[in-house]
């Protein structure tokens, strides 16, 4: 697969889950009250508009300023750049796996933007279920995030679809 090749795979997606996140966001600011939660479908989707310092599910919120600061900005930029130069490298990604590497790419840049933006704070808002078993509150990067590990495993189980 040619660079170009990659590239129409892999921005396409990084875009969409970036671009969707970043308005969703946007949106939601300046919509919600903070500390109001809105319900719909009879409570399996909650908007809670929070603040998270920490990763999924606030993972690493207890670390220090400066640890989540390396962590959560740096570390999380480096690895990105990591992705991007290894999906325009690697000669046997096929369409899926260019696609969940595009994905996860646009959702870790809406987060990272998020970050660098707010002080270390990613602005979460979606928690879904029914009852008491629910997730935690995460946003439209996350979803972005999962899908793209997803069409990363389901293109290498498929052998990347057809090759390109």
Do not use: Y
Request: positive net charge.
């Amino acid at each position: 697969m040619t660079l170009q090749d990659r590239l129409r795979w892999l921005l396409p997606a990084a875009f969409a889950w970036f671009a969707t996140d970043q308005a969703t966001k946007a949106w939601l600011k300046q919509a919600l009250t903070p500390g109001v939660e809105l319900t719909a479908l009879g409570g399996a989707i909650l908007v809670t508009p929070v603040n998270n310092p920490g990763a999924f599910l606030s993972l690493g919120a207890g670390l220090d300023d400066h640890a989540r600061g390396l962590v959560f900005t740096v570390g999380v930029a480096l690895v990105l750049a990591a992705l991007l130069v290894w999906s325009l490298r690697a000669k046997t990604l096929g369409c899926l796996e260019l696609l969940g590497a595009g994905s996860f790419l646009g959702g870790g840049l809406g987060n990272l933007l998020d970050r660098l933006r707010q002080d270390g704070m990613v602005f979460d808002f979606l928690n879904l279920g029914i009852g008491p078993l629910r997730t935690g509150i995460f946003n439209i990067a996350d979803v972005g995030l999962m899908a793209g590990v997803a069409l990363f495993v389901a293109g290498g189980f498929r052998g990347g679809m057809r090759r390109v």
